[in-house]
């Protein structure tokens, strides 16, 4: 099956700039998408399709995807970004074919 | 607006199944994709399976293949899904998800919560 990583966790001040990567072969090949879970709600979707952005998600939630390796950039970090992420992607021939990445803890210190 | 509705907690004994609903509205059920996701407790999402409402075709993990049955009911604009043979490690938040096109969820049900415990 194919498999994506991400750090456990990120810490960072807030105004700063957050960025959470998603490691898996040749990532850059698929569709990134990216969801924001705070504790005891569902996920939420925050960046699709690599970078583009639902609408109602802020500006300061970006993405990108080359290589290895799709990032999760949270410019200008505020308290209520504190949450886990999680990464996904269709990988058709593995099985399950919709695979999530293990999340990453963002505080907000 | 969009809004995914699922039952209730359910606690179940092993090898008892449950069935847990997910009922749409604000969109057609017919025009998208349903997922169902779960989450057991401190651990990563984990895809089950989907259904086209539109036509019935399903997909499932093969994890959980033999076990889970994925359903819709066009007329009550809700999916259901069903797992068998439960054991403890069944215990988890179960999840559905609209799929927006190109395996993408963009609305998600509230959670279920479905403890299993004797």
């Known amino acids: 099956s194919y498999v994506l990583t991400q750090p456990p966790s990120v810490s960072v001040a807030p105004g700063q700039t957050a960025r959470i990567t998603c490691g898996g072969n040749n990532i850059g090949s698929k569709s990134v998408h990216w969801y924001q879970q705070k504790p005891g709600l569902a996920p939420v979707l925050v960046v699709y399709d690599d970078s583009d952005r639902p609408s109602g998600i802020p500006e300061r939630f970006s993405g990108s995807n080359s290589g290895n390796t799709a990032t999760l950039t949270i410019s200008r970090v505020e308290a209520g970004d504190e949450a886990d992420y999680y990464c996904q992607v269709w990988h058709s021939s593995s099985d399950p074919p919709v695979v999530f990445g293990g999340g990453t803890k963002l505080t907000v210190l | 607006q969009v809004q995914l509705v699922q039952s209730g907690a359910e606690v179940k004994k092993p090898g008892a199944s449950v069935k847990v609903s997910c009922k749409a509205s604000?969109?057609?059920?017919?025009?998208?994709?349903i997922h169902w996701v779960r989450q057991a407790p401190g651990q990563r999402l984990e895809w089950m399976g989907w259904?086209?409402?539109?036509?019935?075709?399903?997909k499932y993990s093969q994890k959980f293949q033999g076990r889970v049955t994925i359903t819709s009911d066009t007329s009550a604009s809700t999916a259901n899904m069903e797992l068998s043979s439960l054991r403890s490690e069944d215990t988890a938040v179960y999840y559905c998800?609209?799929?927006?096109?190109?395996?993408?969820?963009?609305?998600w049900g509230q959670g279920t919560l479905v403890t299993v415990s004797s």
């Open positions: 998800a609209r799929d927006q096109g190109e395996l993408v969820f963009d609305y």
């Open positions: 604000g969109y057609s059920l017919t025009s998208y994709g």
């Open positions: 259904i086209n409402a539109g036509n019935g075709n399903t």
